[in-house]
């Protein structure tokens, strides 16, 4: 990929992110977060804002020592003490950067700062030149530049890259502006400022009106190389601009954007996940990207025509950022052709009559409960669509148990006119029995659920088994019931049942030998 077209990544979910309200991080959970943000190979990790605390200048020392391949970036203002406390912090670091800040807009000079234009040009210039002589890489961000007077921001970066910044990040501090907006304040840069060829222009994003990553990316349009934003978009108040969403912008619409970034797509829901998880901050279901609905479809038109063409409702393969696989959840909105292709995919292969019993089935069940899983429909068509042809019988069952010692059992199965024997014990009744299946079939299984239950009343009542077992070849799962007045023949027959079922939907069924081992 070119490198004239690559924006850069510059991760501040450990010093944006972590002023969430409620959102801060031991150091431990900041070196992990840091692990996989290098995994994934963003460009620049800022990893803190060391004057706000001893923790924090801890936690930017430990990732500078620790984490490679990213420039690791420490926060300050312009203050000199700031500066030396974060230029201390990133000592141990390879390659580092000093991320320095000082407001520009006219209400932070009037009511926060108390001073004039051409002091803030000053203090921006001194503040640069004294951190260019300590580190090699220096940032400086005009806070609140979108809210700034643009003359007076054109003013500020031209004095800033004179100084000797080589990134010079333009703040939506408020998250204020508007794409069109911001867009044109990017070009204003470009057009008014003449030295804007020896630095990087940066972008930074709040997300107050939900538009932080169009801002960025209308930016990223007028020139802006580098974007700063954050896993799951978390950030002071309404977040920062989520990186995820920058990330597959930019790979989905190449056409729009012509840029590309070097992030791993695939580490994506992976950063996500743990981010959320260590800052306790949970991903909205329908957030873009990485959100739980993200890639599931219950529309049963688009779910058709997802199975009729992936891209007919689907911009991005989940797998692609790590999610999985699309998600086609089962509900009383899904069509027939879904209920198909699931059951497909369970193994089962149902005549046009099957099928159409299975939906009608179906969509009674999906009136009682909002989704249907694999194992409602194994279950449901299982006991109420198919009945396998009896591959498997059973002739006889004999069980002798004594108090004390293993059980023994005599059984004898017919399987294709011929008749095999075995005799054997086990634990229990149960286990001797299913064990001396298991031989004369020859063939692995996985008893998954066991469940009995009475289904008539007094000591005479019928014994119903079910049980859930599944193919070790194919990993198919099936049901199988059996009912008896003795609970271990119907437990054998529960079994068989299920085991006939496997043969029926081709599992184990060995194509001219009528079954596997007999
Ligand atoms: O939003 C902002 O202005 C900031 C700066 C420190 C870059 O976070
Ligand atoms: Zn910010």
Known sequence: MDEKNRIYIFDTTLRDGEQSPGASLDMKRKLEIARQLAQMRVDIIEAGFPITSPGDAAAVKKIAAEIKGPTICALARAIEKDMEVALASLKPAKKSRLHVFLATSAIHRQYKLKKAKSEIVHLAVQAVKYARNRIGEVEFSPEDASRTEPDFLYEVVEAVINAGATIVNIPDTVGYTTPFEYGNLIKGIFDHVPNINKAIISVHCHNDLGLAVANSLAAVRFGARQVECTVNGIGERAGNAAMEEIVMALDTRPDIYGKHTNVC??????????????????????????????????????????????????????????????????????????????????????????????????????????????????????????????????????????????????????????????????????????????????????????????????????????????????????????????????????????????????????KDSGAYGV
Request: with cysteine.
């Open 265 to 510: 797509k695939d580490q994506i829901c992976k950063a996500s996940r743990l981010v959320s998880s260590l800052t306790g901050m949970v991903v909205q279901p329908n957030k873009a990207i990485v959100g739980r609905n993200a890639f599931t479809h219950e529309s049963g038109i688009h779910q058709d025509g997802l199975l009729k063409h992936r891209k007919t409702y689907e911009i991005i393969r989940p797998e692609d950022v790590g999610f999985g696989e699309t998600q086609l959840v089962l509900g009383k909105h899904s069509g027939r052709h879904a209920l198909e292709s699931r059951l497909h995919k369970l193994g089962y292969q149902l005549t046009a009559k099957e099928l159409e019993k299975a939906f009608e089935n179906f969509k009674q069940l999906a009136d009682k409960k909002k989704e249907v899983f694999d194992d409602d429909l194994n279950a449901l068509v299982d006991t109420e669509i198919i009945s396998a042809p009896k591959t498997y019988e059973l002739v006889s069952l004999s069980v002798l148990t004594q108090t004390g010692k293993e059980p023994k059992v005599n059984i004898s199965i017919r399987s294709k006119a011929k008749v095999h024997e075995a005799a054997g014990s086990g634990s229990g009744p149960v286990d001797a029995a299913f064990k001396l299946v298991d031989k004369i079939i020859a063939q692995k299984t996985r008893l998954l659920d066991y469940q009995i239950r009475s289904v008539t009343v007094g000591k005479d009542a019928q014994g119903e088994v079910t049980v859930k077992v599944q193919d070790h070849k194919s990993n198919k799962v099936v049901i199988g019931q059996g009912v008896s007045t003795d609970i271990i023949e119907a437990s054998v027959r529960a079994y068989l049942d299920a085991i006939n079922k496997i043969v029926y939907r081709g599992g184990v069924l060995k």
